[in-house]
Every structure is written in structure tokens, then in C-alpha cells.
Nanobody, 119 residues
Framework: QVQLVESGGGLVQAGGSLNLSCTASGSIFSINTMTWYRQAPGEQRAMVARLTSGGSTNYADSVKGRFTISRDNSKNTGFLQMNSLKPEDTAVYYC?????????????WGQGTQVTVSS
């Protein structure tokens, strides 16, 4: 059974950095698209950054130049490096992966990790 496990969240002061990770476990052939989302209280879940299997990236305007998405295919792990954090970045962050499992592309979500940025 495939699972995504996230880590790296926490409490940080404004201007600080965090590096989130998302590791897929199980019988995985490949990682296709990986996307990080976030959801602040009272708001809808929104895309933060996306990395395709071909290496293309796109970012929400609010995080461009501050966040970097990457992955290590050998470890089935994706990352979100977050620099110059702002209080408005406070949210629960979720990773979503499209994985090829048993020859079929399937979508999986991580459990979410809390990021809190204090002013």
C-alpha cells in the first residue's frame, strides 16, 4: 500500500526558512507530477508549487522567488524549500503525487504538516 508521509513543518520567525519533505513508500515505479498545496484556516486549499515528471515547475505568485520545489527520485521524496517566510505563509501544507503503481497512474495525498510563521 502506498503512503505519503510529510515532515519538516514547524514554527519559525518571519524571514526564516523551512524545508518540507514528502516521502512515498510502497511499490512505486515512478513519480510523475508532484504538487504542494496549502490551506489556511477558513480558506480553500490552494496550489503552491508543482513539478512535472519532465522537470517543469510553476509556482503561485505569492511564493515565487522564495519557495523551491524539487525531488529525489532515488528516494521517492519531494521537497519544498521555503525561504523568507512571512506570516501569511502560515497554513497546513499538503503534498500530492501522481505515482505509477502497478502500471497505473494514481493520485495520493500526504497527511499535511503545519507551518506557522510568527511576526
Amino acid at each position: 500500500q502506498v503512503q505519503l508521509v510529510e515532515s519538516g513543518g514547524g514554527l519559525v520567525q518571519a524571514g526564516g526558512s523551512l524545508n518540507l519533505s514528502c516521502t512515498a513508500s510502497g511499490s512505486i515505479f515512478s513519480i510523475n507530477t508532484m504538487t504542494w498545496y496549502r490551506q489556511a484556516p477558513g480558506e480553500q486549499r490552494a496550489m503552491v508549487a508543482r513539478l512535472t515528471s519532465g522537470g517543469s515547475t510553476n509556482y503561485a505568485d505569492s511564493v515565487k522567488g522564495r519557495f523551491t520545489i524539487s525531488r529525489d527520485n532515488s528516494k521517492n521524496t519531494g521537497f519544498l524549500q521555503m525561504n523568507s517566510l512571512k506570516p501569511e505563509d502560515t497554513a497546513v501544507y499538503y503534498c500530492k503525487m501522481i505515482l505509477t503503481v502497478s502500471g497505473i497512474d494514481r493520485m495520493y495525498w500526504g497527511q499535511g504538516t503545519q507551518v506557522t510563521v510568527s511576526s
